[in-house]
């Protein structure tokens, strides 16, 4: 069985454009089609760090939701990325960067190594509405096709 967990990386500074994504993936969720995890998920009591951890090791995808916002998080560069990165290189997970505003992502190396989205690197929040909400499409469907053509993984990593 091929994991179909989506991980959003986000600041919850622009919790916004998380919920704007995952809006737009709640069709193919409801489906079965693929899982989506944010943190808001996290109920009261749970241990977050655990669960978030967790989360990561799981997922096929890890959408980054970049923003300045996101850059200056210590939480999502001391330990979201490195873990991300970690899976990336060991497990095949891939690594889906979604500029949202203008910021200085061309300066982490990491991050400029990969393909971004929107194409040229030009922020989500530059768009109309119609370009934004065609983008999220488009994204979504990229997204939906990793996991459709991901090799399924053995019961043993399941």
């Given amino acids: 069985m091929a994991r179909t967990k989506v991980f959003i990386s986000y600041s919850h500074k622009d919790t916004e454009w998380k919920d704007r994504l995952v809006k737009q993936m709640a069709a193919l969720q409801r489906r079965g089609l693929l ?3 944010v943190d808001s998920q996290i109920k009261g009591g749970e241990d977050w760090y655990k669960l978030i ?4 090791l799981e997922a096929r995808v890890a ?3 970049v923003s300045e916002h996101f850059l200056d998080s210590e939480f999502i ?9 970690e899976s990336h290189a060991s ?3 891939k690594i889906y960067p979604v500029i949202i505003w203008p910021c200085l992502w061309k300066f982490d190396e990491w991050l400029a190594s990969k393909q971004i989205r929107p194409k040229d690197g030009e922020p989500l929040a530059r768009g109309t509405e119609y370009e934004i909400k065609k983008e999220l499409v488009e994204i979504t469907s990229e997204i939906f096709d990793i996991i459709r053509n991901a090799v399924p993984d053995s019961p043993a990593a399941v």
């Fill in 77 to 85: 560069q001391d330990v979201e990325i490195p873990r991300l990165m």
């Fill in 63 to 65: 959408v980054l939701l």
């Fill in 53 to 56: 951890h967790e989360a990561m």
């Fill in 91 to 93: 497990d095949g997970m």
């Fill in 35 to 37: 899982e989506v995890w």
